[in-house]
């Protein structure tokens, strides 16, 4: 930050979300531009953000029985070949590498838009039994897909960094639990660490994975009114089995093709956090997930400034113990100054300590989202922090929780779909014939399309037609605008 000028939003998050959106992730100190378009580098902050959200799943899924293993970023065309038996999605978005210094090479690599093609001939050499299975691995990493043709950090860039589990079951049982407990974990995250409630459904035929039996997926609304694709689980069937030999010889000496899953979450993560919650402020930021929860400042003059900063450190060294604590002691910058320094970099809780609170034995905490204070007990200060952050966290959700609910909406007919949407953005709830071209209908007039269905196949639509063509309804589907 080039000085006092340039700390502060200076874009409305309700008038122009966009460039609002560009200027606290540049402010906050979470990432820059890079010189080649359609990329970013992630600054200290926004990278602290993304450790913790990986180290939330990464410990889920190693309580799981998952394995975290790494595979080449580059992909011979060879093996990106045999998955065209599969999939036909990716050719327009691979990146390809010709050259080795002066050499060309003989075989194209491929720079991986995803790994399903040099991790499932792994697979199917290291599965030979059923004692093999089930066999549970993933990778922390990042990808490329040539695709983005406006950087819009986190949420659209061509390199991003995710998450990629890949399974072998012996059943579609197992395979189809396995999903679940994948989609159920996501839901997890975005729920109780961001601050996000999630709605769970699947996609349709014509939007799943390339290959997959099924898609399911953790969909979060913006306050903006569109919806963020905030990971999926892929239950993919013996597809890629049968076409990378993954087998198995059963108790009853019988060959078996394995079934077989991927799921993954990417740092879109990020961008749906920050868009949901941060304000015309700055950033803010979940206690879970906040590098600094807890900034602790002094405020003094010269003649109480001893014994304001002594008490203050001493009250910041008691919750460090328990918390990411900063205590903030500079001489050069006023109160204000770091009261919106902190407010702008997302930090969930402020602690004040001033001549009144020393004289008083307490300390003065104020809440990030919405400035509310309270007073708390200086001997009971860790307990009281630790309440103060509970709060910080349920504010957050509860909010999203009432614009969510307030934005999902029936329709009953092709115009009213369109109004909806057009009007007031959010979840759109129709019935659907099954046919893409209702889907594409929709899409080529307001540019929304169906973002999921509900998870149970078997449910009842909620209206008797298809909103779009009129015909007999055999889904409910989500229409929106999507990130």
Not at 110 to 127: D, G, N
Not at 178 to 206: F, N, W
Not at 347 to 364: F, H, K, Q, S, Y
């Amino acid at each position: 930050m080039s000085g006092e000028q340039d700390l502060g939003i200076t874009e409305s998050k309700a008038h122009n979300p966009g460039e609002w959106y560009a200027e606290v992730v540049r402010k906050a100190g979470l990432a820059d531009y890079a010189p080649m378009g359609g990329f970013i580098v992630t600054r200290p902050r926004g990278y602290a953000v993304w450790e913790r959200i990986k180290g939330h799943l990464d410990g889920w899924f190693k309580d799981t029985g998952v394995d975290n293993a790494y595979f080449p970023m580059f992909i011979p065309e060879g093996y990106l070949e045999r998955e065209k038996d599969v999939v036909e999605g990716f050719d327009p978005e691979v990146a390809w590498v010709t050259h080795g210094g002066h050499d060309e090479l003989d075989e194209r690599l491929a720079v991986r838009p995803t790994s399903e093609s040099i991790i499932a001939p792994f697979m199917a050499q290291w599965i030979r039994s059923y004692r093999d299975l089930p066999l549970r691995v993933n990778q922390w990493c990042s990808v490329v897909r040539w695709e983005a043709t406006e950087t819009k950090p986190f949420f659209r860039t061509k390199e991003f960094l995710w998450q990629e589990g890949h399974t072998a079951h012996a059943s579609e049982e197992d395979a189809w639990a396995e999903t679940m407990t994948r989609l159920g974990q996501y839901e997890r995250l975005y729920e109780e660490v961001m601050a996000i409630p999630a709605v769970t459904g699947r996609k349709p035929d014509h939007d799943k994975f390339p290959g997959a039996d099924t898609t399911t997926t953790v969909e979060a609304l913006m306050p903006d009114g569109k919806s963020v694709q905030g990971c999926t689980s892929h239950y993919l069937g013996t597809s890629f089995p049968e076409a990378f030999d993954i087998t198995y010889t059963d108790e009853d000496e019988a060959e078996r093709t394995a079934h077989t899953t991927s799921w993954g979450l990417s740092w879109r993560a990020m961008g749906a956090l920050i868009m949901t919650h941060s304000d015309d402020q700055g950033l803010v930021l979940p206690p879970a997930l906040a590098p600094t929860q807890v900034v602790v400042v002094p405020i003094w003059q010269a003649d109480t400034a001893e014994a304001v900063t002594e008490y203050a450190a001493d009250l910041a060294a008691d919750l460090d113990a328990e918390f990411r604590v900063d205590l903030d002691d500079r001489d050069e910058r006023n109160p204000g100054f770091k009261f919106n320094e902190h407010e702008l970099n997302g930090v969930p809780l402020r602690v004040e300590v001033g001549p009144n609170e020393v004289e008083e034995g307490a300390a003065t905490l104020v809440h990030r989202p919405d400035g509310e204070s309270e007073v708390a007990d200086r001997e009971a200060i860790v307990e009281a922090v630790g309440e103060a952050l509970d709060t910080v966290h349920a504010k957050l959700y509860a909010d999203a929780e009432s614009h969510l609910e307030d934005n999902v909406r029936e329709a009953h007919g092709r115009g009213e779909i369109l109004g909806t949407i057009g009007k007031h953005g959010g979840y759109v709830k129709t019935g659907w014939c099954g046919e893409e071209a209702c889907d594409d209908e929709i899409k080529d007039e307001i540019a929304a399309e169906i973002v999921m269905l509900p998870l149970e196949e078997d449910e009842e639509p909620v209206h008797e037609r298809c909103g779009v063509c009129g015909e007999e309804a055999v889904e409910t589907a989500y229409f929106a605008k999507s990130y």
